[in-house]
């Protein structure tokens, strides 16, 4: 996979069910097919609607290959834990989409949409059975944290924040 240029775009509703299967997939693969993870948010099949409720404030972005396949996506959302903080939301790549760099230019991405956005921060909430995602999130200097009081994922056991 070419990861030089990502072939990334605005979630649609088209893409709603395909990236809500590979999210799924991811889940289930590392033990967290549990409640209070987003496997069960109302909202995890309808996506599009939920970004596209507030442009600006929200973003998901799909990433796909140059077939059209989706191979994953990307997405952020104010968080009200922390002032002028955006939430980096939803990262996750098919198999084949893995190892190659693309998690890491993925984040970059969202890095700079939410900045761009005008957010000051990023926080994300994550597992420590999601070691790959944890040593990403580390080696872009995003420093762990207590857990907010407002984390609604109660399965998620890690907490970063990055300041831009």
């Known amino acids: 996979?070419?990861?030089?240029?990502?072939?990334?775009?605005?979630?649609?509703?088209?893409e709603d069910a395909a990236i809500a299967a590979i999210i799924?997939?991811?889940?289930e693969?590392?033990?967290l097919n549990l409640p209070g993870t987003v496997y069960?948010?109302?909202e995890l099949d309808h996506l599009s609607r939920f970004?596209?409720?507030?442009?600006?404030?929200?973003?998901?972005?799909i990433l796909k290959d140059e077939q059209g396949a989706v191979l994953g996506g990307v997405g952020y959302a104010e968080f009200d834990g922390f002032p002028n903080c955006a939430e980096l939301q939803k990262l996750y790549l098919?198999?084949?989409?893995k190892g190659h760099g693309t998690g890491r230019k993925l984040m970059e991405f969202i890095m700079g949409a939410a900045h761009q956005a005008g957010y000051q921060a990023l926080y994300l909430e994550t597992h420590t059975n999601l070691d790959a995602a944890v040593?990403?999130?580390e080696k872009l200097g995003f420093q762990?944290?207590?857990?907010?009081?407002?984390?609604r994922h109660s399965t998620m056991n890690r907490f970063f924040i990055k300041k831009f």
């Open 135 to 137: 040593h990403l999130y």
């Open 144 to 151: 762990q944290i207590d857990k907010p009081a407002c984390v």
């Open 51 to 61: 970004y596209g409720a507030q442009p600006g404030k929200r973003g998901y972005f």
């Open 40 to 42: 069960f948010d109302p």
């Open 1 to 14: 996979m070419n990861t030089n240029e990502l072939n990334l775009h605005p979630l649609t509703l088209t």
């Open 29 to 31: 693969h590392h033990g």
């Open 94 to 97: 098919t198999d084949a989409a």
């Open 24 to 27: 799924r997939t991811n889940l």
